[in-house]
């Protein structure tokens, strides 16, 4: 045995007369304790510790080494949810293993050295819903089905480099399925019927490379999936193409090609098969490889699809892509076609006819591509895309904004388009674009200054992270406006544009706005200014002051100001700063109660700020609002799930993968977050507090830009009380980075000691462990 495992033992064997079995367990594995999170995996250990018990519901052992579970071993952890031990060398299971595991919902047994499956480890799993046996060495699933008793299953991987046999009555006991996915690179034996058992799978993964085998699976699931996803496998050979002529019968809708090859030979069989599916609504190839050059060595024959709507490729790769055809052989196989992406394939130009063939697409992608100015001009012919409403040729090859804008001027329905990441530089002063746009997207495109070439239709203008330094367009009915990463040092004028309602100026070079400045927006809602270089007077304060309760003003959290007062706004920390007479007071007949009074002010800031007198007048306030209320909302004014706090900087993490991965789960959580979901004109104290009041938890997403942010330290304030002094448990921390629990301010107590005390989720920076992260958060967010 390892080190690790000898001290492992050495303790037990030692302490386990004296010690309760939590002790012994925290004493093996350290992050165990009286927590619900479990987590011993990466330790060397040899066998899985003693002293498991039913506070338990996850029991993280991955990257471990070891090779045998004992039936004694999970006893008394009754209370599993979770039980991950991938990455073991786990060759045995005891056959009552898992017998009290009958809550149990996710096991991975995935990349160990597991030779058979048995039925009687899984008898009693009657929770389960996700199981991963992948990667072990077994050749077969057994005589009989070692599924049959899980009747709540709903996700299963299977499959290795040896698994080569499937017999009938393997899936005997499962019905429905959200995702099967079968690793059968040496498939070669597959008795027809065995998966017929399965009434409905939404998504089917396939990783077959004998096309007869394949053959005889999709025949056995035509009426059965809904998405098919076929990958790593080899349709090159002309002759095996009848065998994948079942196909046309599936009631598939969507199909799905990855890392998958395909020759000029074989394509024109494929796309017939495909269009003879009768509810094929998407096609999807991602990181395929075609040899040849579009020369089908025989014509198309197909009956144009009725149901296809979608196609996108992504890294097609094609050894001679500059010999690639015109592609008339598909021309009539296009024009129902509404969603097309062609992505990061080396696309150098679209023929004319087959732009003119795609009558109904409305959303077109072409990003990281090859386009140039003139491959566009005779890609977007007249007649071509009619009824193009979005179009996206970000990161391609485009130089001329007058010739791209020319190019696209026909397209009469064109609302959106974005031409971001190219190289355009100097612009001309007039241009001719299409009449109804009204969404642009030109950041990142080397443009130095804006001129009246820009549509004046626009609703909605990106010239982000470009090398502007002044805006005046005359844009009178653009409503948001993304200046972000330039060199403005002042704010666009309001009369040019006076419909704006949202306006970003981060990263900027901005010292500062008036009062008239800002006010001339009538219609402004969001100003985000933030990384900028403020240097506060008494008028900008006071100006920030009167319009944090008509508007939201983000002006930076890693601003440097050259101020320090007590006032602050959200997004906005105003500090200590030293007015001058001539600044703050125009008036020299008052200088010198002027005088008295900023030394007076001075003197009670000093004091409040040494004694935090504003901070506790702030949360005595809080606390006696929280008191005023019940202890706890009634369950009918519950409307969240959880209350999310976040710095902003962290956005990008929390409302493009957090939110996506919680919101569109099954069944989803509902989230509340500031900047969706606070009501508009109300004072911003208020709205956190009723949103925690109608949270069943509160999310905190702890950083160091979380501890850096003053708004996001008001937002503790205001929970303190509430969660904390309420002795519940319903505060979540989620650590998205390493973070030393004593760059918690000090006066936060309470949550400096439950940092210390209690386990928090970590966000993994491994793909592999991100699933438990959130399979853990789900549950935190359920208890």
């Not at 987590?39 to 003693?50: A, E, N, Q, R, V």
């Not at 007039?430 to 804006?450: A, D, H």
């Not at 991965?661 to 509902?670: S, Y």
């Amino acid at each position: 045995m390892t080190t690790q495992t000898w001290q492992v033992w050495a303790i037990y064997m030692v302490l386990a007369p004296s010690l309760s079995e939590e002790q012994v367990l925290k004493q093996a594995c350290p992050s165990c304790g009286a927590t619900q999170l479990c987590d011993c995996s990466s330790m060397g250990l040899d066998f899985i510790p003693p002293g498991l018990t039913g506070k338990i519901t996850t029991l993280n052992l991955a990257h471990n080494r070891i090779q045998h579970i004992r039936s004694q071993d999970l006893q008394q952890a009754v209370n599993l949810r979770a039980l991950l031990l991938q990455f073991n060398k786990i060759s045995s299971i005891d056959k009552d293993s898992f017998c009290s595991l009958g809550k149990l919902e996710l096991l991975d047994l995935s990349n160990n050295s597991l030779a058979r499956l048995s039925p009687e480890w899984f008898e009693h799993l009657f929770s389960l819903q996700h199981l991963h046996l992948q990667g072990n060495s077994y050749r077969d699933l057994g005589k009989s089905s070692p599924f049959s008793s899980l009747r709540n299953l709903s996700s299963l991987h299977l499959g290795n480099p040896w698994f080569s046999t499937i017999r009938q009555g393997n899936f005997e006991g499962i019905e429905l399925l959200d995702k099967l996915w079968i690793d059968g690179s040496g498939l070669s034996q597959y008795r027809p019927g065995s998966l017929k058992s399965i009434k409905k799978i939404n998504h089917m993964i396939i990783s077959i490379k004998n096309i007869s085998v394949f053959s005889a699976i999709v025949r056995d699931l035509l009426y059965t999936v809904t998405w098919l996803e076929v990958r790593e496998t080899a349709f090159s050979i002309l002759n095996e193409m009848q065998l994948l002529r079942v196909m046309s019968s599936s009631f598939a809708k969507k199909i799905s090609f990855e890392q998958t090859l395909f020759t000029d030979a074989t394509v024109p069989e494929i796309i017939s098969i495909l269009e003879d599916m009768p509810k094929l609504v998407e096609v999807e190839m991602i990181d395929c490889r075609l040899w040849g050059t579009g020369q089908w060595q025989m014509q198309i024959q197909a009956n144009q699809s009725q149901t296809l709507r979608v196609l996108t490729i992504k890294k097609l790769f094609i050894d001679k892509f500059y010999l690639f055809t015109d592609l008339h052989a598909v021309d009539g196989l296009l024009s129902l076609l509404t969603k097309v992406t062609v992505e990061n394939t080396k696309v150098f130009l679209v023929p004319c006819s087959v732009s003119q063939y795609l009558l109904s697409l409305e959303y077109l992608d072409l990003s990281a591509n090859l386009l140039g100015d003139q491959s566009l001009e005779h890609s977007a012919c007249p007649g071509g895309w009619p009824s193009l409403q979005t179009l996206n040729l970000s990161q391609n090859s485009l130089s001329d904004l007058e010739m791209t804008a020319k190019s696209l001027s026909h397209l009469r329905n064109l609302i959106l388009l974005d031409i971001s990441q190219n190289n355009f530089g100097d612009i001309p002063d007039v241009c001719e674009w299409p009449k109804t746009l009204k969404y642009l997207n030109l950041s990142s495109t080397q443009i130095p200054k804006l001129t009246t070439c820009i549509p004046p239709t626009l609703e909605v203008l990106d010239v982000s992270a470009n090398n502007l330094k002044e805006f005046g367009l005359q844009l009178p009915f653009l409503k948001e406006l993304y200046l972000a990463k330039n060199h403005l040092k002042t704010l666009p004028g309001a009369a040019p544009i006076p419909n704006l309602v949202a306006m970003s100026v981060r990263r900027n070079k901005l010292n500062g706005f008036s009062r008239e400045e800002f006010e001339s927006f009538r219609k402004m809602e969001l100003l985000d200014a933030s990384d900028n270089n403020f240097i506060c007077s008494c008028e900008f304060l006071s100006f920030i002051h009167h319009q944090a309760g008509i508007a939201q003003v983000l002006v930076g959290w890693p601003d440097k100001y050259i101020c320090d007062s007590p006032l602050a706004v959200r997004g906005v920390q105003v500090g200590a700063v030293h007015f001058s007479l001539m600044e703050c007071h125009r008036s020299l007949m008052v200088s010198l109660l002027c005088t008295l009074v900023v030394l007076v002010m001075l003197i009670l800031v000093a004091i409040g700020y040494k004694y935090h007198a504003v901070w506790y007048l702030r949360m005595t306030w809080a606390w006696l609002q929280a008191k005023w209320k019940p202890e706890r909302a009634p369950l009918k004014d519950i409307c969240y799930d959880a209350f999310v706090s976040y710095s902003e900087r962290d956005s990008e993490w929390v409302e493009n993968i957090m939110v996506r991965e919680l919101e569109q789960a099954c069944p989803p959580f509902r989230l509340c977050l500031h900047k969706r979901d606070f009501v508009p004109g109300k004072w911003v104290v208020d709205n956190i507090i009723d949103s925690i009041e109608k949270s069943h938890k509160t999310l905190f997403v702890l950083s160091e830009h979380f501890v850096q942010s003053e708004w996001c330290k008001y937002e503790l304030d205001f929970s303190h009380f509430r969660l904390f002094d309420e002795n519940n448990d319903a505060a979540i921390l989620v650590l998205l980075e390493p973070i030393q629990s004593k760059a918690i301010p000090k006066r936060f107590c309470k949550l400096r000691r439950i940092m210390n005390t209690k386990t928090y989720l970590e966000w993994p920076l491994e793909e592999e462990q991100q699933e438990i992260f959130w399979f853990n958060l789900k549950i935190a967010l359920k208890s």
